[in-house]
């Protein structure tokens, strides 16, 4: 199973940008749809972006929630996907992870392991 190492969390402030990234250096990613999810405290996990295989399509799709603030992007030469963030809300703080996922309609469900994730925290 794919494992990931996410990192580029911190504390913004609200409006403010910040740039997830995940990287699985032991594994090529080109044929692996790759979301991230989210889990604030006392909620459950929540994917928010997907973006697909590069051997399908390589399309995104995000959660309305996120829709027109988050981009997605891969690199798969360096087996590794973004997650770009702007205009932060508080509602966005969250432990943020990335998974392999099957992202045929939306965020179908995830399969692989769970990294350490990266905390993002949105206050002012």
């Known amino acids: 199973q794919v494992q990931f190492v996410e990192s580029g969390g911190g504390l913004v402030q609200p409006g403010g940008s910040l740039r997830l990234s995940c990287t699985a250096s032991?594994?090529?990613?080109?044929?692996?749809?790759i979301a991230w999810f989210r889990q604030a405290p006392g909620k459950e996990r929540e994917g928010v972006s997907c973006?697909?295989?590069?051997?399908?399509?390589?399309?995104?799709y995000y959660e309305d929630s996120v829709k027109g603030r988050f981009t997605i992007s891969r690199d798969d030469a360096k087996s590794t996907v973004y997650l770009q963030m702007n205009s932060l809300k508080p509602e966005d703080s969250a432990v943020y992870y990335c998974?392999?996922?099957?992202?045929?309609?939306?965020?179908?469900?995830?399969?692989?392991?769970w990294g350490q994730g990266t905390q993002v925290t949105v206050s002012s």
């Open positions: 973006i697909r295989s590069s051997f399908g399509d390589g399309s995104a």
């Open positions: 032991e594994y090529t990613l080109n044929d692996y749809a």
């Open positions: 998974v392999t996922a099957a992202c045929v309609i939306g965020i179908d469900y995830s399969f692989g392991s």
